[in-house]
Each structure stands twice: as C-alpha cells, then as structure tokens.
T-cell receptor
Framework: EAQVTQNPRYLITVTGKKLTVTCSQNMNHEYMSWYRQDPGLGLRQIYYSMNVEVTDKGDVPEGYKVSRKEKRNFPLILESPSPNQTSLYFC?????????????FGSGTRLTVV | GEDVEQSLFLSVREGDSSVINCTYTDSSSTYLYWYKQEPGAGLQLLTYIFSNMDMKQDQRLTVLLNKKDKHLSLRIADTQTGDSAIYFCAESPDSSNTGKLIFGQGTTLQVKP
C-alpha cells in the first residue's frame, strides 16, 4: 500500500531533550515536507526536501533540523525542544514532476513538550 | 504575499448540499486542491483542479474555480454524517517548482442527522 509512515504517533517529552520524528514513504517520491498544525493557524511548512541531500527552510524552521540521506526517509529533529513546539506534525510526500503537487500525508505525530 | 482564506465553520443537515468556499492570492497557481481531515487522522487528498478549468465533478463532489476572483469552492451533494471533517483548500503558488503548498486554515463541516 502506498503510504507515508510517521513514528511515533504520540510523544510527550521534557524541555531540552533531543528527539527525532521519523518519516518514511514507499512511493519513490522526490519531494518531502514537514508541516505543523496548530489551532487557528492551519498548516505551516517547517522544512522541505526536493530530493536526496537537498533540503530547504519553510515558513517556520526555527528549532528544527532535517536530513535527507535516502530518498524514502525524511526525519525531523528537535535538538532542544521547547513548549512552543507542542503541536501536531505531519510529513508529506509528492512527485511534482508533472506540476501536480498533490501530497500524500502521514497520519501525524502529536508532540507535547512539558 | 501568499494567502489562502476559508471560513472556519459550516453546519448542514444530512441530505443537504454543503458548499465550502476559499479565496487565494496567487494567480500563478497551477493546481488548487481540496483536502479532508477526519478526527485523529492525516490529510487526505479529495480532489484537485487545474487552473485552466472552471469546474470539475467527481461523484458527489463539484469543484468550481473562478480565476478572475481567485475563488474556489467545494460542493458536496447529499451530505452524509461521514462527511463531517475539516476541509482544507490549498494552492501551489510555486513557479520555481519547490513543491510548496499553501493551506487555508480549514473549514470544519458539521453534519447534523
């Protein structure tokens, strides 16, 4: 089944403790992206990657890192999480070669930083 | 700048039609999208429309695009309780092909039995 898999689904952590949210897709998509969803703010892009070893900042990159060493994986790293990073996070992938950027989304990771 | 606006809430009775509206700012957007998010789930692509089209129909879904007014709408015919969800409009404003989508805030559709 074509899908984007995120782990974990739920995570509670303490301020300052490094964490990684994994994202993997099995559709050979070139493009991958991380979004966060907050009430009243909709979805905001954190980072994106157009292909292996090519990453760039989205609209809200502060406090996050990413890497794209393999085409299928795009982990999101929070080096020193803070409470304002409590949010619902989504990974998405697409194959924009045709200009159609319809994303496939993962199921989300609900992160709470205390 | 890039912006997508949607009303936040819509309530309808089961069996009625629902119309969710969206306005966007970037006239260069090639595709416009509607996504559905059910409680506790990720976003699911419902449908999309190419910018040179005025209308697209897919079973109970009808998408209307008014490029002059930069207005997009999603009509759901014979709305069912299973259609209760948050609906997101999105545009792809990206002439440089970075693949970025800009999402609206989402419209919560409540379907009353």
């Amino acid at each position: 089944e074509a899908q984007v898999t995120q782990n974990p689904r739920y995570l509670i952590t303490v301020t300052g403790k490094k964490l990684t949210v994994t994202c993997s897709q099995n559709m050979n998509h070139e493009y991958m992206s991380w979004y966060r969803q907050d009430p009243g703010l909709g979805l905001r892009q954190i980072y994106y990657s157009m292909n292996v070893e090519v990453t760039d900042k989205g609209d809200v990159p502060e406090g996050y890192k990413v890497s794209r060493k393999e085409k299928r994986n795009f982990p999101l790293i929070l080096e020193s999480p803070s409470p304002n990073q409590t949010s619902l996070y989504f990974c998405a992938s697409s194959s924009p070669g045709t200009g159609n950027y319809g994303y496939t989304f993962g199921s989300g990771t609900r992160l709470t930083v205390v | 700048g890039e912006d997508v606006e949607q009303s936040l809430f819509l309530s309808v009775r089961e069996g009625d039609s629902s119309v969710i509206n969206c306005t966007y700012t970037d006239s260069s957007s090639t595709y416009l999208y509607w996504y559905k998010q059910e409680p506790g789930a990720g976003l699911q692509l419902l449908t999309y429309i190419f910018s040179n089209m005025d209308m697209k129909q897919d079973q109970r879904l009808t998408v209307l695009l008014n490029k002059k007014d930069k207005h997009l709408s999603l009509r759901i015919a014979d709305t069912q309780t299973g259609d209760s969800a948050i609906y997101f409009c999105a545009e792809s404003p990206d002439s440089s092909n970075t693949g970025k989508l800009i999402f609206g805030q989402g419209t919560t559709l409540q379907v009353k039995p």
